[in-house]
Nanobody
Framework: VQLVESGGGWVQPGGSLRLSCAAPGFTFSIYAMSWYRQAPGKGRELVGSISSRGGSTNYANSVKGRFTISRDNAKNTVYLQMNSLKPEDTAVYYC?????WGQGTQVTVSS
């Protein structure tokens, strides 16, 4: 099983990015999916989660109102839309499902 994140990069404060996590060949639709992040020198932090059918989401207080998680089960893909980005959002972002993790994608927010 392989989870593959993409969409990271550099963005100025106030900007937006959309991360994707694809899971080809994976029984995607039965899993709740989560996004985590890890900033330099810090532990891994839960950003938010989405239920298996997408009907329920929850977010860390630090991103609530700025980040949105969605999923397309037909495409075996989960998304993390990040708006109003701040320098403190700089981190490696990972998707997770059950015992499976992606390799991470770097997001850097700076001017």
């Amino acid at each position: 099983v392989q989870l593959v994140e993409s969409g990271g990069g550099w963005v100025q404060p106030g900007g937006s990015l959309r991360l994707s996590c694809a899971a080809p060949g994976f029984t995607f639709s039965i899993y709740a999916m989560s996004w985590y992040r890890q900033a330099p020198g810090k532990g891994r932090e839960l950003v938010g989660s989405i239920s298996s059918r997408g009907g329920s989401t929850n977010y860390a207080n630090s991103v609530k109102g700025r980040f949105t998680i969605s999923r397309d089960n037909a495409k075996n893909t989960v998304y993390l839309q990040m708006n109003s980005l701040k320098p403190e959002d700089t981190a490696v972002y990972y998707c997770q499902a059950g015992n499976y993790w992606g390799q991470g994608t770097q997001v850097t927010v700076s001017s």
